[in-house]
């Protein structure tokens, strides 16, 4: 039996303060994998905190490549690049909790003499890995799943490039086809049916590849050697994301986040919180390695309601569980739809929220592709279930900020797979 620790959330008054936020999940696993086969070393400040970067690390690790962490502190890695072609790992690779880990890495060793076995916890277990079996297949990779789900066994290959179009809107797969092309001979052409977070093409530039963009497809030719950078990954919009829907409950709040990944494919909750009411300026704009980068000044105003669905959808989908969250505190509540792939990640978290919505005392109405939650209501607080899974966690911890009396968050715990200081940064932010 795995310890199940607990936290206790009391209502606030207001928000409050300055914070900085670990660096992004999304860029870390990426800048962590081509690091690992570029030439020459690479210095990672901000790396990401959580369990699921330290899980892309140890598999790299597993490949063979050499890394370490510096400067006595947990985000700063120094990476020392093996160039495309890994080790032979002597067991299987553990991917832990996290879907980027497998999914992305898959088109790296599907391009290497070796076969490596990749598995995960009983979470990543049940998570459909058909959508990057396919395409790799028909680049040449031999892959044994258990019935489309992990544990994978990849029979490495010399790779041919594709013309693939994505059935589904993932970054995680055309980022593991971007990498998969790169190993390959060939041009490689990935079309995608929405525009989804282009961290891969972004990182695979900033360490020297050349790709080509039009409209939703993108080409990568294969055998292109990349080269170590020196980056500092900016901060995690996701994770921040807690803090900022926090702002959003209390008219009087006043939020500065330092540091924050403003990439416009990931940034699609700014415009949605200042569309329901809340006040956001910009400074310090600047761009590292292609990625953009800012402090926000935040203030609280109104709290509207919205209607969320397709491209939206898919452009905040990290994000929907915070949202979901506050929407009943909202004026006309909030509608999701388009959403069916929040089945599959990490809970099935149409499920999640809905269960904890209900439990907290609010009328939800679950759909197969979303949910919809109506505005004007009160919450009480209660026992919530995290079901593992950490944006379920962080979520109801900031519904608990507008209940009446304290909400007790169970398996909280799973915070760590993103943010392991989540509730320490949340206590210094909230005046109750
Ligand atoms: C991610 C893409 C999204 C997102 C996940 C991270 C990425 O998943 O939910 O947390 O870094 O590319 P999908 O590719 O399954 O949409």
Redesign the pocket.
């Known amino acids: 039996m795995k310890s199940e620790s607990q936290v206790i959330v009391r209502p606030a008054r207001n928000v409050r303060g300055t914070v900085s936020i670990p660096g992004d999940?999304?860029i870390s696993?990426r800048y962590a994998m081509l690091a690992g086969i570029a030439d020459g070393p690479s210095r990672l400040e901000n790396y990401s905190t959580g369990a699921d970067c330290a899980s892309t690390l140890g598999c790299m690790r597993a490949l063979g490549v050499k890394w370490e962490r510096k400067d006595g502190a947990d985000n700063v890695i120094e990476v020392l690049g093996s160039g495309l072609s890994l080790a032979a790992p002597s067991g299987a690779l553990d991917c832990g909790n996290s879907?980027?880990t497998i999914r992305m890495l898959s088109g790296i060793v599907a391009g290497q003499k070796f076969t490596t076995e990749m598995a995960g916890d009983e979470s990543l277990s049940r998570r459909p890995m058909e959508r990057v079996i396919t395409p790799l297949t028909a680049m040449g990779a031999n892959i044994a799943s258990q019935n489309g789900r992990p544990p994978l066994r990849i029979a490495g290959t010399n790779l041919k490039a594709v013309h693939y179009r994505m059935p589904v809107?993932?970054?995680?797969?055309k980022?593991c086809l971007l990498f998969a092309g790169l190993l390959a001979e060939g041009e490689t052409w990935i079309e995608e049916p929405l525009r989804?977070?282009d961290?891969g093409e972004v990182a695979l530039r900033a360490f020297g590849a050349e790709l080509q963009r039009k409209g939703n497809e993108v080409r990568i030719r294969g055998g292109q050697r990349l080269r170590g950078i020196e980056a500092r990954v900016p901060g995690d919009l996701s994770s921040a994301a807690f803090f900022l829907c926090a702002a959003a409950l209390f008219p009087g709040s006043q939020l500065t986040i330092t540091n924050l990944l403003m990439n416009p494919t990931r940034a699609r909750l700014l415009d949605i919180l200042v569309q329901i009411g809340l006040r956001i300026s910009v400074t310090q704009l600047e761009e590292i390695h292609g990625e953009l980068v800012g402090t926000l000044q935040i203030e609280g105003g109104g709290l509207k309601g919205a209607a969320i669905a397709g491209a939206d959808t898919a452009a905040l989908?990290?994000e929907i569980p915070v949202l979901a969250a506050i929407a009943p505190y909202t004026e006309q509540g909030i509608e999701f739809r388009d959403a069916k792939?929040l089945r599959v990640?990490e809970s099935d978290r149409i499920a999640s929220i809905a269960a904890n919505l209900r439990a907290m005392g609010a009328e939800v109405e679950e759909h197969q592709d979303g949910l919809k939650i109506p505005g004007g209501q009160s919450l009480h607080g209660t026992e919530i279930e995290s079901f593992d899974d950490h944006r379920i966690a962080m979520a109801f911890s900031i519904a608990a900020l507008r209940a009446q009396g304290e909400t007790l968050i169970r398996g909280s715990e799973c915070a760590a797979i993103s943010y392991p200081a989540f509730f320490t940064a949340l206590e210094s932010l909230v005046e109750h």
């Open positions: 999940k999304s696993h879907g980027s809107a993932s970054a995680q797969v980022t989804t977070r961290h989908i990290d792939e990640k």
